[in-house]
């Protein structure tokens, strides 16, 4: 079934906001009754050996405003963090032409501005073995200078 009009939320809200006023006045009322009747309690018992609440004097209510204190949180002591572990150098890399036959083997490799001479002998190679080869480039690890300088170094005083 449908409605024959829209739900006004406005509206809603007022009646509820209404409701919960008026609760919470009723509640509020009915505790300071709750106070006011333990308070005749405290007078009925004046036999007692307790003193009065008023002559008890000002510390009384010094203790009442007083907030009770929290009970302090532990600390928790934390592990000290473990140190990274170092990146692994990046090894820099450079493209040379391989020639690739029918199984993906790699044949020969040309460096790459010698595109040429890597069709080349992948046409020869077609010809002469009646197989397809191909050419693709290839990423290898770059050799750095430097290395190869202290190879030689090192090679050069072991000789002597």
Do not use: I
Request: charged share 55%; proline share 7%.
């Amino acid at each position: 079934m449908a409605r024959k009009r829209t739900m006004n939320r406005m509206a809603m809200r007022t009646e509820f906001d209404e409701e919960e006023r008026t609760t919470e006045e009723e509640e509020e009322k009915d505790e300071d009754e709750d106070e006011d009747e333990e308070g005749d309690d405290d007078e009925e018992a004046d036999g007692d050996d307790e003193p009065p609440a008023e002559a008890a004097g000002d510390d009384d209510e010094e203790a009442e405003v007083k907030p009770k204190k929290k009970p302090k949180k532990k600390v928790v002591v934390k592990a000290p963090p473990k140190p990274r572990a170092r990146a692994s150098k990046v090894v820099r890399m450079k493209v040379v032409w391989g020639v690739f036959n029918n199984s993906n083997q790699q044949v020969e490799t040309f460096p790459f501005p010698e595109k040429a001479d890597a069709d080349a002998k992948a046409a020869k190679l077609m010809a002469d073995k009646k197989a397809t080869h191909f050419v693709q480039p290839v990423k290898q690890p770059l050799e750095e200078k430097e290395k190869d300088d202290k190879e030689k170094e090192k090679e050069k005083e072991k000789k002597k």
